[in-house]
């Protein structure tokens, strides 16, 4: 098995054969992670440090978890009370850091490119937990991995990704990932969500819905940021809702055993009808918090198995 | 008297035309400080002074460099009156027109005086200050014009900050167009390039970072022009930089407007993709556009449509570029590399010698109404000797300036600066 990367920057960066590696261990990471009184010593002695330069409730909690799990020393540093408001620039914190000797530093930072910039200045692994607009990898894998799971491949799928294209990490992310794995991917959205040049992806754009679901395989809906719903790139909540919310009726016009996705949290009643979000039968809503632990357990042992072999 | 003789050179006179100046082997003779005669067939005459064999190298006029950012007053650390004056003596430039845009802002008379007698003191090129056109760059109220004129300012520009309210902007270049003044607009729709850091398409989309529509340039183009049909006044855009804003820079020349463009070298040489993973020295002011755009842009400085070409010279400090891209300092240093970076249009074929020359010297000399910038008898001899031929990896460590933030930073370049002469006087020779 070979994974030949020191940092999890992007998805960029892996080939379909890495990602098939990271999914498969993933895969197996999902019993420990259900089973009781269960913990692995993979990640003992190790220090995994979560570093939110950005607000974070569920990505770092499921860090969290995914490293102590593992037996990993996890601890949790909230960037925007510390020290970046003393005026310390990113390098010297990532200098700071790099004295303490982690092993692992899970990054999310609100400017694109910022974790890889920090990633050259220190000697462990850094796992990029969301950069600005650019990257989030461990979501766009375990979307993957909820969708293997679901539809028993991860190629030849059709798969619409929904909403606010423009300002999503999760959506560059996706369209990297399941581009690499030969899917067909559609991009839904008003034009003013949706970013510049965005069709020399190799991707679908449509700004109708109906057109954009229909025989469709998987159904990811976007987060819309309150801050863009006033006016600015849409007219109002409600008109946002009927064009671009999924409801019942639109959603028929995927395939029958199409599922729904959504990374959280979840704006009801606006890009998503609640009845459909908790439907059993179409949205994996929950299936995704669930595979985000076992993703980024998979994650870490990989870049932890690289450190090894670094220090041997 | 003082005499010196070039021979032995090959002579790049832009005033020539681009055939006869692109290549005649000849001798320059300087008297005083000034070409005094070329000859163009027979031995070097003899001379009682100095005689600078040239060995068949390139001598052409000094480079005008207009928009230099020198850290006086305000950002010494970043670059001083001396280190600028140094990298513009090795890179060729015979004269730095600075900008206003220093901490505090050259915006009155007495700091413009300041900075000239900087300059004086510690420069060996020669220095034309530009000032501000409102005050503190604020885009309220207009600055001292005509004070500033008589304290030497050669133009007046708020640098990269547009002058938003156009009744302002208007009153401002009615003003100005009653003493002649130059003024130097920065062609750009500020609302729309706000908080912008590279240009929309697929590169920033695929680096999520914030971008602007190169259509926002055309659209301040237009405003701006606009403006001087309105008032009349002499207008220069700093840098035009994408092919859609061509087609309205050229009718404002066709319809007699006196109107002028430039560009920075790096929107030559470089485009978007360059940035690579987030490099902070490729973040500039406008942003690094695409490559069709580049290709536009080598051929209107080809036909003239675009005049002058300049280092758009930016210094930042190390402190200032090791951010995140979006958070980084905008810009590069030039004056040292302006000539090489240029050279690579001549050696892809793409601008003869004279054309390169006639951007790079000839009209910005003529813009400013100063008597270089060509070979002809009696114009100043600032001269610039230099091999196209020499190639060299660029080290950033090597240069002159205080800041090192250069793009070309571990890139293959050709052409190399072999003296430089300001006035008949030696301020750079490579041993």
Redesign the interface.
Known sequence: MSFPHRHLLGIEQLTPPQIVTLLDLADSYVGLSRGKGEHSTILAGLTQINMFFENSTRTQASFELAGKRLGADVMNMAMQASSIKKGETLIDTALTLNAMHPDLLVVRHPHSGAVSLLAQKVNCAVLNAGDGRHEHPTQALLDALTIRRAKGRLHRLVIAICGDIAHSRVARSNILLLGKMENRIRLVGPPTLMPAGIEEFGVEVYDDMREGLKDADVVMMLRLQKERMDGGFIPSEREYFHRYGLDAEKLALAKPDAIVMHPGPMNRGVEIDGTIADDINRSVIQDQVEMGVAVRMAAMDLLARNLGAQAA | MIRIVFANATLIDPEAGPDAGNGARGHLIVSDGKIDAILTSGEAPASDGTVVDCKGKMLAPGLIDIGVKVGEPGERHKESYKSAGLAAAAGGVTTMVTRPDTEPVIDNPETLEFVTRRAQAETPVRVLPMAALTKGRQGREMTEIGFLMDAGAVAFTDCARVVTDTKVFSRALTYARSLGALVIGHPQDPALSAGAVVT??????????P?V?PMAERMGLDRDIAVVEMTGARYHADQITTARALPALERAKANGFDVTAGISVHHLTLNEFDIA??RTFFKLTPPLRSEDDRVAMIEAVGSGLIDIVCSMHSPQDE?SK??????AASGAVGLETLLPAALRLYHGGHLTLAQLFRALSLKPAQRLGLPGGRLGKGAPADLVLFDPNIPFVMDRYTLKSKSLNTPFDEQRMEGRVLGTWVGGKEVYRTS
Do not use: I
């Open positions: 929309s398409g697929k590169f920033a989309s695929l680096r999520g970072l971008a529509s993973d987030y402190e090791r951010l995140p891209f979006e958070e």
